[in-house]
């Protein structure tokens, strides 16, 4: 049960007429509290709600029969039988344990009294022995019981938010206050639509499930079926039936490793605070230490297969590699498997350094140990934001063989949303008034991403950026690509696709060419038609040219 010292959203008028309810003589010197079910405030006919240590005590009866329970008292025993359609429980006077289904014993709060001729049970009791969320609202003397279908039908209205595009509706009435400044709608919409853009049209939720046991509140994951894949929504809800967590992931298909190859499941980073599952693809018949790669992902809350839509580049990387004796350790990315741990507060001072540089490190580390492996030649493949960030895992401790750099840019992140954001705008019609707005808007986030480097980190991490925390972009100017990239002498490949539309062959191509003129070992190539993905299309697989091309460059 979580206590909140917030105002809760209450009916005035059903709060006004409860107070004018006199309380029963035997409650009346204890603090009062009024019970709200689902939002909506419960009228009690005479014993009312009180406070009783760290605990709100409610008369049984008319709490358990306005939540859809059946309630039998037996005066001479002074128990009562809680019967719903999926639990029968027993409580008795005097006594913090419920019975289920007359024989396991379930412990709450405080113990269960008779007053006034009315059983009262904590509001423990609910949560604990029937699985009901519940919180105390200190500042308005109210106690609150969450049931499964409102926060169902609140999770369906969400969704309908989310499918319709109505971002600022969206986080201004389901977020709490807290959500609302760490995602807020402009976040919201790139994270959604580039979630959903590649799979198609929607069709509908297919489930809705519940993981009560998560964190300290509830999640309710809904499974939203699209034409090419399906994707889940994790949505934490509080007793307001506000979001205080959103996730959004797209469901992987399986699909059976090719017959010369095996794969195994690993751990990076293991007996840290965040181990991440990962696979190693190897040769099924391989003689002497093998060279390996790590794959590094791109922007987002990426599986290991770094899937997009019905893409799967980092799978199409680890398979066609390992074919020609390449051993490839893939890994979910940290937000994506530990993503739902994360609090606002968290995210305010999370870094590129938390969310991939320290991951890859483990990541050669776990491959350097493995005596199948020779230590000497593992070598990193960055994809994107991996790739832009492929310099900084080399020079802080992934002290590669060399460096793949797939679609990857020496310059700053802020510079290259701008320039997507720029791109889209281009796009609109000249007379739409959206057009306009949205280009100030592009020049006023610019012009914050250029005072960045003058910003103390906690003034930093009091700003957005793009929708994103400003000390995210500030953190990782500081440790910029192009200054550490200009001082390698190891081999660097730089891999760009030329019909790539987020990151660019006539500006980040040409200025890595720039940054990595004293390397003679730095070799470059363009592929007409590949996208940022390096496939014709996005449900294409990565083009067998460039995993032959990588796999060359490995070996040689």
Request: proline share 5%; aromatic share 8%.
């Amino acid at each position: 049960m979580k206590k909140i010292r917030k105002t809760a959203l209450i009916a005035t008028a059903s709060a006004m007429l409860l107070s004018a309810i006199p309380l029963s003589s035997s409650a009346a010197s204890a603090t009062a509290f009024k019970l709200n079910i689902d939002g909506q405030a419960l009228l009690f006919p005479d014993a009312q709600p009180y406070r009783s240590g760290n605990d709100v005590m409610v008369p049984l009866r008319p709490t358990a029969q306005a939540l859809g329970f059946k309630v039998e008292y037996v005066p001479a025993s002074k128990e009562a039988a809680i019967t719903g359609s999926a639990v029968t429980a027993t409580v008795k006077s005097g006594s913090n344990e419920a019975h289920i289904g007359g024989q396991a014993s379930i412990a709450f709060g405080a113990n269960a009294v008779v007053k006034s001729n009315r059983m009262f049970v904590p509001l423990s009791f609910f949560e604990r022995t029937l699985g009901l969320q519940t919180a105390i609202h200190e500042d308005s003397a109210t106690a609150s019981i969450l049931t499964a279908k409102a926060s169902e039908n609140a999770v369906r209205t969400i969704v309908e938010k989310l499918v319709a595009g109505e971002y600022e509706q969206l986080s201004g009435t389901y977020f709490d206050n807290a959500l609302q400044k760490a995602v807020p709608p402009e976040a919201l919409k790139a994270g959604w639509e580039q979630t959903v853009a590649p799979v198609g049209k929607y069709s509908g939720i297919e489930a809705i499930q519940v993981n009560a046991a998560a964190a300290d509140q509830p999640q309710f994951i809904a499974l939203l079926a699209f034409a090419k894949a399906k994707v889940a929504l994790t949505l934490a809800l509080n007793t307001d039936n506000q979001v205080t967590g959103i996730w959004i992931k797209l469901v992987a298909e399986q699909t059976p490793v090719p017959a010369g190859l095996i794969e195994e499941e690993v751990t990076v980073g293991e007996g840290t605070k965040y181990p991440l599952p990962g696979t190693l693809t190897l040769p099924k018949n391989s003689s002497g230490k093998l060279p390996a790669v790590v794959l590094v992902h791109g922007s987002g809350s990426t599986d290991r297969d770094e899937t997009v839509g019905p893409a799967k580049p980092f799978r199409d990387l680890a398979w066609g590699l390992a074919e020609q004796g390449i051993a490839v350790l893939r890994y979910d990315k940290r937000t994506f498997a530990h993503g739902q741990s994360f609090t606002p507060d968290m995210l305010l001072s999370f870094t590129v350094k938390d969310e991939t540089v320290d991951d890859a490190i483990a990541a050669a580390k776990l491959l350097k140990a493995d005596p199948r492996i020779d230590s000497s030649k593992v070598f990193v493949v960055g994809h994107s934001l991996g790739g832009m960030l492929a310099p900084r895992i080399d020079a802080d401790g992934g002290d590669f063989a060399g460096l793949a750099i797939l679609a990857g840019s020496p310059r700053t992140l802020w510079e290259i949303i701008a320039d997507q954001n720029a791109a889209a705008i281009a796009t609109m019609k000249d007379g739409d008034p959206a057009k306009a707005a949205n280009t100030e808007l592009v020049a006023a986030e610019v012009k914050k991403a250029q005072a960045l480097a003058g910003l103390t980190d906690d003034e930093a991490k009091k700003q957005t950026l793009f929708g994103i925390p400003a000390y995210y972009f500030k953190e990782m100017d500081s440790r910029g690509a192009d200054g550490i990239a200009a001082k390698l002498t190891k081999p660097v490949l730089v891999l760009q696709g030329e019909a790539d539309v987020q990151v660019y062959a006539d500006k980040d191509y040409i200025q890595w060419q720039e940054t990595l003129k004293n390397n003679s070992k730095a070799s470059f190539k363009l592929y007409p038609g590949l996208n940022h993905f390096f496939a014709k299309d996005k449900d294409g697989h990565v083009d067998a040219q460039v995993i032959r091309d990588i796999a060359d460059w490995i070996i040689k």
